[in-house]
C-alpha cells in the first residue's frame, strides 16, 4: 500500500544532543513537509520541500534543518534538542499541481527531550 | 493575519448526530479540509470543499459558506471509534498547498 512512513516513533534524546527523525513515502509525491505538533494545539508547519525547493516557515527556528536527498526520503535534524522540543512531528506528502492537493501525513514520531 | 476557529470539546452519545463548526479569516482561499485525529497518532483526511455546499461521504458530510467564512463537518449514527480530534484546515494564498490548521476539536461519544 503506497504511504507515509516515519521513523522511529518514539524518540528518546537528551537535551542539547542532535537528533535526526526520518520520513519516507511510497506515494511518489513531490511535495513533503515538516510539522510540530505540541498537545492539545494545531500542527504547525516547520517547513517543506517543493522537489528539491527547501522553504522555511519565517518562524522556525535556526535549531531546525531538513534534507530531502531524494524524492522518497525526507530528514529532520534538531541540531540541539531543548526541554521545549519535545513534541510530534509531523511528516506529510501532497502533489502539487492535483486538484484538491491533499495532504497525508505519516503516523509521526514522538520526541522526549530529557 | 490567519485565523481558524473551532470549539475547543464536545460530547455526544452514541448513535446521535453530530455537528463540529469551523470559522476562518485566511488571505485567500483555496479549500477546506478536515482531518480526524485520534490521541497519539496522525491526522486522517475526512474531507475537503472549496465550492459552496455540501458534499456527502458516508456518516460524515461538510458544509462550506466561502462569504460567511465558514464550515461544518456533521457526524452522524455516531460510534465509540469516532472519539478523536477534528482538525479543521485551510488552504490559503495560491502557489503553494500550505494549510492554516485550527486547534481541533475533541469529541468525546459516550455510550
Known amino acids: 500500500d503506497a504511504m507515509v512512513i516515519q521513523n522511529p516513533r518514539y524518540q528518546v534524546t537528551q537535551f542539547g544532543k542532535p537528533v535526526t527523525l526520518s520520513c519516507s513515502q511510497t506515494?511518489?509525491?513531490?511535495?513533503m513537509y515538516w510539522y510540530q505538533q505540541k498537545s492539545s494545539q494545531a500542527p504547525k508547519l516547520l517547513f517543506h520541500y517543493y522537489d528539491k525547493d527547501f522553504n522555511n516557515e519565517a518562524d522556525t527556528p535556526d535549531n531546525f534543518q531538513s534534507r530531502r536527498p531524494n524524492t522518497s526520503f525526507c530528514f529532520l535534524d534538531i541540531r540541539s534538542p531543548g526541554l521545549g522540543d519535545a513534541a510530534m512531528y509531523l511528516c506529510?506528502?501532497?502533489?502539487?499541481?492535483?486538484?484538491?492537493?491533499?495532504?497525508?501525513f505519516g503516523p509521526g514520531t514522538r520526541l522526549l527531550v530529557l | 493575519g490567519q485565523n481558524i476557529d473551532q470549539p475547543t470539546e464536545m460530547t455526544a452519545t452514541e448513535g446521535a448526530i453530530v455537528q463540529i463548526n469551523c470559522t476562518y479569516q485566511t488571505s485567500g482561499f483555496n479549500g477546506l479540509f478536515w482531518y480526524q485525529q485520534h490521541a497519539g497518532e496522525a491526522p486522517t483526511f475526512l474531507s475537503y470543499?472549496?465550492?459552496?455546499g455540501l458534499e456527502e461521504k458516508g456518516r460524515f458530510s461538510s458544509f462550506l459558506s466561502r462569504s460567511k467564512g465558514y464550515s461544518y463537518l456533521l457526524l452522524k449514527e455516531l460510534q465509540m471509534k469516532d472519539s478523536a480530534s477534528y482538525l479543521c484546515?485551510?488552504?490559503?494564498?495560491?502557489?503553494?498547498?500550505?494549510?492554516?490548521f485550527g486547534t481541533g476539536t475533541r469529541l468525546l461519544v459516550s455510550p
Open positions: 506515494l511518489n509525491h513531490n511535495v
Open positions: 506529510a506528502t501532497s502533489r502539487a499541481g492535483g486538484n484538491q492537493e491533499t495532504q497525508y
Open positions: 470543499n472549496v465550492l459552496d
Open positions: 484546515a485551510v488552504k490559503g494564498d495560491t502557489g503553494f498547498q500550505k494549510l492554516v
